[in-house]
């Protein structure tokens, strides 16, 4: 699609997946990655802790860059009440594929938008994703792809995550890491970009 804009856009965030799916609005952007502690972050409402962690990186970016509008996100996987994080290993990632499989889970995107004069806005958008009861020997053999690094969870629906997944219920591209539509949706309403 040709969105267009008067404004300069930043996204902050050093996700190829983010970046690729806010390209298809063909405004021009920048990348700016933000340098926050996630870990300072703490709700135990998972939709406010993923909210507050986008705002923080929207934030972070936009007291350095003043007149742009500035986007962060965050997506985090939720198994009943606990938050499936990226893996740090083989190990950790093989654990979070055995408590996914076989049961539902919602993955959470929060998209924070700051714009050129300092408006925030931020949204969570969720997907309910549901697993296979795959065999350990497949969840095994995904981990060792690599693919399950740097990713929520421990997967990714867009490569080779999609074998573990029987189906979802909501938008496919939150679970990628942007919601496109209802962001676009969002800054259309908010005249930052014009169809
Ligand atoms: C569940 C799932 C997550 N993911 C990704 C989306 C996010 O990039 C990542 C979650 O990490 P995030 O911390 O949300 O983002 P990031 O560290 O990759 O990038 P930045 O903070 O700079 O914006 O997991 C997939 O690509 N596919 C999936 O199926």
Redesign the pocket.
């Known amino acids: 699609m040709n969105f267009t804009t008067e404004k300069s856009f930043i996204l ?7 970046k690729e799916l806010f390209k298809r609005l063909n405004v021009p952007f920048k990348i700016l ?2 340098t926050v502690e ?1 870990t300072s972050i703490k709700d135990d409402n998972p939709a406010q802790y993923v909210k507050k ?1 986008a705002l923080l ?1 929207a934030t972070d970016v936009a007291k350095r860059n003043p007149g742009h509008v500035v986007i ?6 939720v198994k009943g009440q606990e938050l499936l ?2 893996p740090k290993d083989a190990n950790e990632a093989i654990k979070h594929l055995k408590q996914l499989r076989g049961n539902v889970h919602e ?1 959470m ?1 929060a998209v924070a938008i700051i714009d050129d004069v300092g408006n925030k806005i931020a949204f969570v958008e969720k997907t309910e ?1 549901y697993f296979k009861q795959v065999p350990d020997t497949l969840i095994e053999a995904y981990v060792a792809t690599g693919d399950c690094y ?4 421990g ?5 080779d ?1 999609v074998f573990l997944v029987e189906g979802i219920k909501g938008d496919y591209l939150n ?4 919601p496109l539509a209802r962001l676009t949706e969002l800054l259309v309403e908010t005249k930052l970009i014009s169809i």
């Open positions: 902050a965030s050093a996700s190829p997946r983010r990655v933000a996630e962690v990186k962060g996100a965050d997506t985090i996987v994080h990226k993955v995107t994703v740097d990713k929520a969870g997967y990714g629906i867009q490569t995550g679970v990628v890491g942007l």
